[in-house]
C-alpha cells in the first residue's frame, strides 16, 4: 500500500504540472494575440468543478475539475472537447480565435506542445546541473554483458564486451531508467555490433526482423555481467540455513561453475528438476569454503541472497549552470528522438498491448520517493505529453494544426462543420485509445 501511495502522489504531481504548463501555452499564445479565454482547467469539470474562481474584471474563470484525465484551456471562438457549437453560430468577434490570421491561432494551438518540450529541457538542464550523470565505461566493463537465447542465435556470447556499433565507438551505458534502453535500441538500429571476446574483435551481425519488442523474449536481451558477490541474506532462505555471508563470492554450484548471477538460476533450475535433496555451494572468502544447502523438496529453488549493486566503475559528469542547458537540450532530443523512434511499434499487435493508462504510468515511477528519478521521470513524460497531442488527429492540437497548415497553403478556411464532425471523429478515436489503455492495465495489473 506504502509504495502505491507514493507511486499516485508521483503521478498525480507530474501530470498535474505536465498539464498546467501545456495548457498555459495554449493561454500565453492566446493572450498574446489578445483572444478571450472563458475557462483554463486543471482536469475536467464535467457537470460540476471542485474549485473554480473567475478574478474581478476578466474574462477568465480558472478552476479544478473532479475527472483527473488532463485539462483544458477554453478559447473562444475555436471549436474544442467543449464542443460549443451555440457559440459558432453567433457573429464572430474580434476577440475570437476565429477572427485572427491562421499564422496567430497555429501559434495558439502549437503553444501548449512547445511548452511541454521547454519544460523538459528546463527540467534536464537542472537535473544535469544539480546531480550530474552516471555511465559505465563499456570499454571497461571487464565482465561483459550476459544474454539471452534470442542475442545468443544472433550471435552474441556471455562475456562479450559491446564495443561499436557500426564501426562507430561506444563508450556510454547510461544507468537511469530514461536513457538506459538506448544500448538496446542501438542494437537493434545496427547493421553490426563489435565486441570484444578473449581479447579479439569480433563483427556480429544483427537482422532486420530483430525488434525492440522481441528482443526480450525469453529474458531481458542483455544485462550487465557482474560477479556473484553476496550483499545479504533473506531470513529463512536456502542461503541462510547454508551458511552464506555477506562479501561471499559464488564460485561453483553442484559443481557447475559459476561466473554469473544467471548461472546461478541455472544450477538451482537443474537442482530443481532432477530433485536432489542437498547440494554443496562453493565460496571464497579468505579461501574456498565448501557450503551444504537442503532444498527441502521444491522443485522451483531461489537461493535467496541479494547481489551487490553495479560493481563497475562510473563515469560522473558534472555539468556547470550555463553549461547544463545546451547538455539539456542534447538530453532532451536525444530522449524524443528514441520515443519517436520507439513509436512504430504502437502499431503491431505487440505494441497495442503495451498501451497503457494510469497504473502503467504510474509504475514508471520509483517505489521510494527519489527526487532524480522523479523529475526525469516528469520530463519523459513531458515529452511524450507533446509528441502525442502533435499527432495530427482530429482534436488533438496536431490535428488542429495540420487543418490550419492547410488553409494556409490553400488559402481557404475549414467549414465550422467540418471542423465539428472532425472533432467528434477525433473525440471517438482518443475515447478508443482510452479504453484499450485500461483494458490493457486492468489484465496486467489486475487479472
Not at 25 to 40: D, M, N, P, S, Y
Not at 261 to 284: P, Q, T, Y
Not at 430 to 444: E, P, S
Request: charge should be negative.
Amino acid at each position: 500500500m506504502e509504495i502505491f501511495l507514493i507511486r499516485a502522489l508521483q503521478l498525480i504531481m507530474a501530470l498535474s504540472l505536465l498539464v498546467l504548463i501545456h495548457e498555459f501555452g495554449h493561454f500565453l499564445f492566446a493572450r498574446i494575440f489578445k483572444v478571450r479565454v472563458e475557462k483554463f482547467y486543471l482536469f475536467f469539470d464535467w457537470k460540476f468543478s471542485l474549485f473554480k474562481w473567475k478574478p474581478k474584471n476578466s474574462d477568465t474563470e480558472y478552476g479544478i475539475g473532479w475527472v483527473p484525465l488532463g485539462g483544458y484551456c477554453k478559447i473562444a471562438g475555436m471549436i474544442d472537447e467543449s464542443m460549443d457549437t451555440e457559440q459558432m453560430k453567433k457573429p464572430a468577434q474580434e476577440w475570437e480565435y476565429r477572427s485572427k490570421p491562421a499564422w496567430q491561432r497555429l501559434l495558439i494551438i502549437v503553444g501548449g506542445v512547445m511548452f511541454n518540450l521547454i519544460l523538459a529541457v528546463f527540467i534536464y538542464s537542472m537535473v544535469l546541473f544539480t546531480w550530474g550523470e552516471y555511465y559505465v565505461d563499456l570499454h571497461k566493463m571487464d565482465n561483459g554483458f550476459e544474454f539471452n537465447e534470442t542475442a545468443k542465435n544472433i550471435g552474441f556470447q556471455d562475456g562479450d564486451k559491446i564495443i561499436k556499433f557500426d564501426g562507430v565507438e561506444a563508450h556510454e551505458l547510461y544507468l537511469d531508467k530514461v536513457r538506459g534502453t538506448n544500448i538496446f535500441r542501438s542494437v537493434c538500429d545496427a547493421n553490426e555490433v563489435s565486441v570484444l571476446r578473449n581479447g579479439k574483435e569480433v563483427a556480429v551481425s544483427i537482422p532486420d526482423t530483430l525488434g525492440l519488442l522481441n528482443m526480450n523474449k525469453g529474458g531481458q536481451f542483455m544485462r550487465m555481467r557482474n560477479v556473484p558477490v553476496v550483499d545479504s541474506v533473506a531470513m529463512g532462505s536456502i542461503a541462510q540455513t547454508a551458511g552464506l555471508q555477506s562479501g561471499d563470492s559464488i564460485l561453483s554450484i553442484d559443481g557447475d561453475r559459476i561466473t554469473s548471477w544467471s548461472h546461478i538460476a541455472a544450477a538451482l533450475d537443474r537442482i530443481g528438476k532432477e530433485k536432489k535433496e542437498s547440494f554443496n555451494i562453493e565460496v571464497m572468502r579468505e579461501e574456498p569454503v565448501i557450503l551444504t544447502a537442503y532444498t527441502t523438496g521444491n522443485d522451483t529453488l531461489q537461493l535467496g541472497v541479494y547481489s551487490k549493486p553495479n560493481d563497475y566503475p562510473l563515469v560522473h559528469n558534472e555539468y556547470g549552470f550555463l553549461a547544463s542547458f545546451p547538455a539539456g537540450v542534447s538530453f532532451g532530443l536525444d530522449v524524443l528522438r528514441g520515443y519517436v523512434s520507439d513509436f512504430q511499434y504502437v502499431f503491431t499487435a505487440e505494441g497495442a498491448q503495451s498501451v497503457g493508462m494510469f497504473a502503467s504510468i504510474g509504475s514508471l515511477f520509483p517505489a521510494e520517493w527519489d527526487w532524480h528519478e522523479f523529475w526525469l521521470m516528469c520530463a519523459f513524460l513531458s515529452i511524450i505529453l507533446a509528441f502525442m497531442n502533435i499527432l495530427p488527429i482530429p482534436a488533438l492540437d496536431g490535428g488542429h494544426a495540420l487543418f490550419l497548415i492547410a488553409e494556409m497553403i490553400t488559402g481557404k478556411q475549414p467549414s465550422d462543420k467540418f471542423l465539428e464532425r472532425a472533432q467528434m471523429v477525433g473525440m471517438l478515436i482518443i475515447l478508443g485509445l482510452f479504453v484499450l489503455a485500461m483494458y490493457n492495465d486492468l489484465m496486467k495489473f489486475v487479472f
